[in-house]
């Protein structure tokens, strides 16, 4: 079974970074071979689709609201995926997910991910 495990989350201001981590373990297949999401909850909202990477890493999707701001990486030596955020604003705080997914390209629902990590908190303080 595939474990996913974040880490990173924190409270920052306004306009400050923050790195978040997600690393992998276990399986019986390479979880290099998977493709990589994002994804947060804020209170009393739904969940939504922050960004992801596919599993060749040459495909790279981002919802509107963090484009230019987040990136998302890979570290496949030490499956581990990363999202770098910058710019932070206080409507980025929300709980963040880290998802894996055996298929192709890069999902952008839930559905399309196999594997969840547990969830960090991320508060941006304007």
């Known amino acids: 079974q595939v474990q996913l495990v974040e880490s990173g989350g924190g409270l920052v201001q306004a306009g400050d970074s923050l790195t978040l981590s997600c690393a992998a373990s276990?399986?019986?297949?390479?979880?290099?071979?998977?493709?990589w999401g994002w994804f947060r909850q804020a209170p009393g909202k739904e969940g939504e689709f922050v960004g992801g990477?596919?599993?060749?890493?040459?495909?790279?999707s981002y919802a509107d609201s963090v484009k230019g701001r987040f990136t998302i990486s890979r570290d496949r030596a030490k499956n581990t995926v990363y999202l770098q955020m910058t710019s932070l604003k206080p409507e980025d705080t929300a709980v963040y997910y880290c998802?894996?997914?055996?298929?192709?390209?890069?999902?952008?629902?839930?559905?399309?991910?196999?594997?969840w990590g547990q969830g960090t908190q991320v508060t941006v303080s304007s």
């Open positions: 998802a894996a997914s055996v298929g192709y390209g890069v999902p952008r629902s839930v559905a399309g991910y196999d594997y």
């Open positions: 276990g399986g019986t297949f390479s979880t290099i071979s998977m493709g």
């Open positions: 990477i596919s599993r060749s890493g040459g495909l790279t």
